[in-house]
Structure formats: structure tokens, C-alpha cells
């Protein structure tokens, strides 16, 4: 498949995200500038979106941090890559230049009487800004069709290309990234390697990396790194390197591994790399922001730049390879799988943080997301490997949750969550996570004799809610509702309920015991880390009375969601 079919394949993709309900309700070409604007500065809300009638040319206006942007859209409603052409272009470079003339104010002022009266404040709040500071506004052109003209010096061109490897990060759940990186690089080796892609390289400072580090206070620049910052022993070493022989640092660290879209030759050795991303390097980063005194110090920089959208493979494969200075498991690398990222995208739908990388919940985002939950990768992955208890086993998922990314395992439990949401796999990952987080709180109400036992063996108990949701329709949906309100039982929830779940405990005792006269090595913890032993407790459990029994309850006390 060539290049082109890929970027078409990718604004169908687009497109068809833009007819989902967040944007259904508004015209094809403003749900395409509120998603960019989303999915680029992270700006939800205050854009004051102009297109329309008498709009001056200006679609949108908004403000990041000290930054005014001015946008001006062309979206292809059936994606065809057509070049821009030179008449659009040219129209919004007119109105860049009429809002940046300093020498008069006649030109902005006849063209501002012919927009409409609404937009008037917003346009001449543009000017005044400008007037105080040029590189204070930004006038970009966003579109999914083809630059092929020579730029000028006032309007920025976001093209399909770019926009591309927007909607990838974006659709594989990932923060806005880094907009660009400014690097200088000493010793720099340029290598060509063909195949669309291409690598340098050398050295740069550590100061300019804290300082964006700085200035980057959601982490934008680890977006795709499988971890964030751990804090451990190997850390700690880091930085003791860094304080007492910063002269030799880049011979005894293995550096940074950096991915771009694009790269941009400044002036001397400097160098701008279109949307960064560390993808190893995060703990020596870290590490080194974390020492009480910053000083010079060269850190060794490898850059590899790419159409990611269109060679995910290569990706993938790159961070997999690269990520070994930490000690690394199957399930940091696989935090970064498509499958995660699509797992990700589609709780964030209920506000619900899914959190597959080492302490990134802790690190970054609760203070963030405070309207949010967050939910690690191990719980999901030993929920849904539920789902598979005849292949996989409770005893397994209990007592191995590392084996559950080996692939025989981790393609089973994983494979069906694709980019679109169409597979029925995400209604299920929906009701057994409700299922989980709603059986942790009624283990937690049991009495203090009963809690072990029921943590011990909550596996099971949260299978059989799972059973219990999926027994009619009206249940499934009104968890959906809950698990949209947060709502997952806990010291309210009626003594009925409860009663079920500590009858369940107290049977599965009964069962251990007599299983234990058999054997004595056989106590409760190990009961339950036994595939066979497990399975025949849960078939005890999910009989059909006794789901049934607990469907109602659900259904009677905790289930009434108008």
C-alpha cells in the first residue's frame, strides 16, 4: 500500500470519528477544527470558533499559555488529497499580513467592517496582541489535503501529513504531543536509511531537555514512552553519575531515544523536530531533573524520524527493543500496544483513567483528572482473562498475572478491541470492570474474619457478577449508566447484596476445608491458586439459582438508574 492510500485510509478513519456523537450534532468541517484543536493544544473549551458567514476568512481563535491562535480551515469532506490551492492559501495570508501590518491600520481597518459585528472584539484583540508582540500570534492552516507551495512568513501549514500523524497519537489515546523540540547538536551524524525513514545522530545538552521538561507539566514529551518516572535504585545511580561526573555522563548512560515526524535545519546546529516523542530515555531524564544542582552535561541522543501513521510496525517494534536499562517485563512493553491505547480511549468515555504504565496515575494525571478514577492494566487483565476461564483458569489469572501477556495469552484476552469500537468486546470490558470494582467494595464491607477469604478468592465472586449483569438486557444497561456516574455499591449498599457475597465466602470455606482433609498442604490460598479447584467453585457459585438470585438483588437494590 502506498503513501497516499495510507493518508486516505487515514482521513476516512478520521472522518468516520467525526460522525461519532461527541460531533455529530455540528457541520463535518467545524467538527474537524474543535477535534484538532483537542487533539493538538489539549483546548476543549474558549476556542471561539468563527467559521461561517462574514468570518473574515478566521475559523477559530483561541489562546494556549501565552500563544493566541488564529486558525483557517479546509476539510475534505470525501477525502481526495488535493493540493491546496494557491487562491485559499493566499486569502489567509492576506489576513495574516492585514492583522500584522504595523506600518497601518487602514487595511485591517476597512477588511474588520466586513466581518460580522460579533467578531469584531475577537479580531481587533488579535490585532492588539500582535502590535504588542508578533511571535505572540499564530496564524496556522489546517487541512487534509496536499501542500505543494512554497510557504511565506506568516501562515503555518498543518497539511495531511501532519494531520495524520495527529489522528494516530490521537486515536491511540495519547495527550496532545509536544507541538515541536528545539535541539543543538554537537558531533552529529546524519544516516539516511531509505524505506521513509531516517536517523541522526549526537550530542546535546541536558539543560535544554529540563527545560522542557519544565514547561511540559503533562508529561507531553513521554506521550509514547511505556514508563514514566519510577523513581528506583537504577534512578537513583543515575543521578549520582550525573552530580559527581557530569564530564563523562553520555559514556556511561545509554541516552535518549527520540521519534519525530519531521525534522527542520535551523540555524548552525540547531535543529526542530515536528512533534517529539521520548520514547526511551525517561528515567535518566528524570533522574537528572531530580538532582539538587543542574549543571552542564552532554547526553547522547539517537533520533529517529518517521511517518509513525504509516509504519506503526516499526514503532512498535523500536520501542520494544530499546526499553531495557530498567528492569522490563512483558507488561510495561505491551503498555503502548494498540490494543491498550484502544482500551484507554474508550473508558476515558466514562471517565475512567486506565492507567497502563508504571505510576503515570501518581506521577501525572490525578491532579489532572480530578473528575476521573483510574484503574490499573493488571486489574483489567485479570478481569477479562475471566472472560476465557475455560482456556485460561482462575488460578492462573490469580496466582500469574505476568504470564497473561505472553502471547498465547495476551492475543485471546486482547486481540478484539480495535480502533472503532465495533467489536462487542468493549460492552463486555465495560460491565466486568463495573463488575470488578463493584466486587472489591463488597469484599471490603464483609466481616474482618470473612476479608481474607474473600480477597483471596474475589476472582471468582467477580465472575459470577459478570454472570449475574449479563443475564438480561436491562442489567447490562443500567451498569453502563452507573459505570457512568461512578457508582459501584459501598457502605450504602443494601444488606441483602451484601448477604450474597458473604454466603458465597462462607461456601467456598466449606468447600476448602473438605478439599483440605484430603490434603493437608491445602489451605485457603492455595485452594484457590489451583485451575481445577476454582473452576469447581465456581461452577458452585454460578448456578443458574443462584445468579438469578443475585441478578435480582442487583436489580432490586442498587440497579434503579433513571
Known amino acids: ?36 484543536i483537542l487533539a493538538k493544544y489539549g483546548v476543549n473549551d474558549g476556542a471561539a470558533i468563527t467559521d461561517g458567514k462574514k468570518d473574515g476568512g478566521i475559523d477559530a481563535v483561541f489562546d494556549v499559555d501565552n500563544t493566541r491562535f488564529v486558525i483557517q480551515s479546509k476539510y475534505e469532506i470525501k477525502p481526495r488529497l488535493a493540493p491546496i490551492l494557491r487562491d485559499e492559501l493566499g486569502a489567509f495570508e492576506e489576513v495574516a499580513n492585514k492583522i500584522l501590518d504595523r506600518s497601518s491600520s487602514d487595511d485591517f481597518n476597512t477588511w474588520i467592517k466586513t ?39 506568516t501562515v503555518e501549514v498543518d497539511d495531511i501529513q501532519h494531520i495524520t500523524a495527529l489522528w494516530d497519537l490521537h486515536s491511540r489515546g495519547f495527550t496532545p504531543p509536544v507541538e515541536n523540540m528545539i535541539l543543538t547538536f554537537e558531533h552529529e551524524w546524519e544516516i539516511p536509511i531509505g524505506d521513509g525513514f531516517k536517523t541522526h545522530v549526537g550530542l546535546a545538552d541536558a539543560s535544554e531537555f529540563i527545560k522542557l521538561m519544565e514547561d511540559d507539566k503533562n508529561e507531553r514529551l513521554f506521550a509514547q514512552n511505556v514508563r514514566t518516572d519510577l523513581g528506583s535504585q537504577i534512578n537513583k545511580g543515575i543521578k549520582k553519575t550525573y552530580e559527581t561526573d557530569p564530564d563523562r555522563f553520555w559514556l556511561y548512560n545509554n541516552g535518549l531515544y ?43 541522543v539517537r533520533l529517529l524520524v518517521m511517518d509513525t501513521a504509516t509504519n506503526p510496525e516499526l514503532l512498535s517494534a523500536v520501542i520494544r527493543r530499546t526499553n531495557t536499562q530498567n528492569p522490563m517485563k512483558l507488561i510495561n512493553l505491551s503498555s503502548q500496544d494498540p490494543f491498550q491505547l484502544n482500551i484507554a480511549r474508550y473508558l476515558d468515555r466514562f471517565h475512567i483513567f486506565y492507567e497502563r504504565r508504571e505510576k503515570e496515575w501518581a506521577n501525572e494525571k490525578k491532579s489532572l483528572l480530578s473528575d476521573y478514577i483510574s484503574i490499573g492494566v493488571k486489574d483489567v487483565t485479570q478481569w477479562l482473562s475471566l472472560l476465557y476461564y475455560s482456556d485460561i483458569g482462575f488460578g492462573l489469572a490469580r496466582t500469574k498475572v505476568s504470564d497473561l501477556f505472553q502471547p498465547i495469552y495476551y492475543n485471546r484476552i486482547f486481540s478484539s478491541f480495535d480502533t472503532h469500537f465495533s467489536s462487542s468486546a468493549y460492552k463486555d470490558l465495560a460491565l466486568i470492570v463495573w463488575a470488578g470494582i463493584f466486587t472489591k467494595n463488597m469484599i471490603k464491607s464483609l466481616p474482618k474474619s470473612l476479608r481474607a477469604f474473600g480477597q483471596m478468592s474475589q476472582l471468582v465472586l467477580i465472575r459470577a457478577t459478570y454472570d449475574a449483569i449479563k443475564a438480561n438486557r436491562e442489567t447490562q444497561e443500567n451498569v453502563l449508566r452507573l459505570l457512568n456516574r461512578h457508582m459501584f455499591g459501598g457502605g450504602s449498599t443494601h444488606s441483602s447484596l451484601k448477604s450474597w457475597y458473604r454466603s458465597a465466602v462462607k461456601d467456598f470455606v466449606v468447600l476448602q476445608k473438605k478439599a483440605q482433609r484430603k490434603d493437608a498442604q491445602l489451605d485457603f490460598s492455595n485452594y484457590f491458586k489451583r485451575n481445577a479447584l476454582t473452576l469447581a467453585a465456581y461452577r458452585g457459585l454460578s448456578s443458574k439459582k443462584s445468579i438469578q438470585k443475585l441478578n435480582n438483588l442487583l436489580s432490586k437494590h442498587l440497579l434503579v438508574v433513571e
Open 258 to 300: 527520540i521519534i519525530c515526524s519531521q525534522i527542520d535545519y535551523l540555524e548552525g546546529r540547531k535543529r526542530k523536530l515536528k512533534y517529539p516523542s521520548i520514547i526511551n530515555g525517561s528515567q535518566t531524564l528524570h533522574s537528572i531533573k531530580h538532582a539538587s544542582k543542574h549543571q552542564p552535561c552532554k547526553i547522547l
Open 1 to 36: 500500500m502506498n503513501k497516499k492510500t495510507k493518508y486516505i485510509d487515514f482521513a476516512n478513519e478520521l472522518k468516520r470519528y467525526l460522525s461519532g456523537a461527541e460531533y455529530r450534532s455540528m457541520p463535518a468541517e467545524r467538527a474537524f477544527i474543535k477535534w484538532y
Open 115 to 153: 466581518v460580522r459585528p460579533e467578531l469584531r472584539p475577537v479580531y481587533s484583540s488579535v490585532r492588539q496582541k500582535a502590535m504588542r508582540d508578533p511571535s505572540s500570534v499564530r496564524f496556522i492552516f489546517i487541512t487534509t489535503k496536499r501542500l505543494t507551495l512554497e510557504l511565506g512568513d
